[in-house]
């Protein structure tokens, strides 16, 4: 979140109701301020919906989020259930030579990225991408079998489009230091041992959260609470906070900061397909548990990651004895043409991908949703865009900048931004 409310005011108008319009709306007006919220489409909720086959239903975008103090907060007050993974379904797998496995790397890698942690040390490192960071500081080997298929699977990116500083700061390495002296540095400073982290999943999908915000905040806002309504020119508000995408955000300041304007359009964004799969479990050749697949680029697959959502929440099929799921993740800055593909090429390849991989040989349904805009690439220019955003429109108290795209990508980190928020 970029930017500072203007105290002397409590009138705040939000313009858009995907997520984090309306997190910050349903914080805003917990607090006491008169919050008006304005959203072009007809539905808010941006992205995150949760829509439903004959056999179970098919997230659009997010399936599940970190349980932490503000989201369990949340989610209780909205009266969301959550849910949290199978106990026996803990396995996480990346794709090598065809193969699934819970650890990809060789003993002779293991030795050589342990040996990088310990003894190499870190020089300059402004504006350094993920790529660099994990080569100087892991191996060749770790970048390619454990960084890449984990920023495929949560940006669709490969990690020379990443920025240490943007993405991931925490992995930050002073000069001089290695890695693995800056980590023990890091752990020694920190006051109290952290909890482990819990995923989990609303019981009736990411939409049913959604729902639940949109809801409370019709009851609340009431008429002030407004889809369909089209923002052309930017209102006089002594408050105002644009929680649209950095493409949208740029059209509607451009009369007032054509600097920012400018800025905001550099903001690249990654096309994904998520194709949801169901299949029928006698066509398994093998048995099939988990939480997923991430499948690196050097692989040459079809696919950025396979999610198993039946074998790691509960309620993600109508028949649980006869029916599983899974999300194929497609596209990504490497494999932009299947945004464009149809549904019979998708439906095939996506068979194809899981008998080869999982020894699934038929599919029984599928749902497909494509997002030629789908996240925001925390590429080495993103923190520029965030700086000039500070220097110029955001620098008035009152005007502010909020989405996937300013700090937090996750859910989880845009709910604790808005709570945050005072």
């Known amino acids: 979140m970029i930017g500072t409310l203007n105290h002397n005011s409590k009138e705040v108008t939000i313009i858009g109701a995907g997520i984090s319009g309306l997190l910050t709306a349903y914080y805003l007006d917990r607090r006491g301020y008169r919050v008006t919220l304005l959203e072009q489409k007809q539905r808010a909720g941006g992205l995150i919906k949760t829509s439903y086959s004959d056999y179970g239903m098919a997230e659009s975008a997010a399936h599940s989020l970190i349980a932490t103090p503000p989201v369990v907060e949340l989610c209780k007050d909205l009266g969301v259930e959550l849910i949290e993974p199978k106990k026996e379904s803990k396995a996480k797998y990346i794709v090598r030579d065809g193969k699934l496995r819970r650890f990809p790397l060789t003993v002779g890698e293991v030795a050589t990225t342990a040996s990088r942690a310990a003894f190499v040390r870190s020089t300059n490192g402004n504006g350094q991408t993920l790529d660099e960071w994990g080569r100087k500081h892991l191996g060749n080997a770790a970048v390619e079998y454990l960084l890449t298929p984990f920023v495929r699977g949560i940006y669709g990116v490969q990690p020379e489009q990443l920025s240490v500083a943007a993405a991931y700061p925490s992995l930050s ?250």
């Open 173 to 422: 390495v002073p000069p001089g230091q290695t890695l693995l002296s800056s980590m023990m540095k890091k752990q020694k400073q920190r006051s109290r041992k952290k909890e482990a982290k819990k995923r989990v999943a609303p019981r009736f999908g990411m939409g049913h959260l959604v729902s639940c915000l949109s809801s409370r905040l019709d009851a609340t806002l009431g008429p002030r609470f407004q889809t369909g309504h089209s923002v052309k020119v930017l209102p006089d508000a002594a408050n105002l906070i644009l929680t649209t995408p950095a493409y949208a955000a740029a059209n509607l300041i451009e009369p007032e900061s054509v600097e920012l304007a400018q800025s905001l359009r550099t903001v690249r964004y990654t096309p994904i397909v998520s194709v949801t799969v169901f299949v029928n479990r006698k066509d398994f050749t093998r048995a099939v548990e988990g939480v997923g697949a991430l499948v690196p680029a050097c692989e040459n697959r079809k696919c950025l990651g396979i999610l198993f959502n039946s074998s790691s929440f509960a309620d993600r099929v109508n028949d649980e004895s006869n029916v599983a799921s899974f999300t194929v993740m497609m596209g990504g800055t490497t494999q932009i043409e299947w945004l464009d593909a149809d549904n019979e090429m998708i439906w095939s390849t996506v068979q194809s991908e899981l008998l080869s991989l999982l020894g699934i040989r038929e599919v029984l349904d599928l749902v497909i949703h494509r997002w030629p805009q789908a996240l925001p690439q925390y590429s080495v220019d993103l923190p520029k865009v965030w700086q000039t955003a500070k220097e110029t429109w955001c620098a008035t108290p009152g005007r502010m900048l909020f989405g996937n795209y300013t700090g937090q990508i996750s859910l989880r980190g845009m709910i604790e931004s808005s709570a945050a928020l005072s």
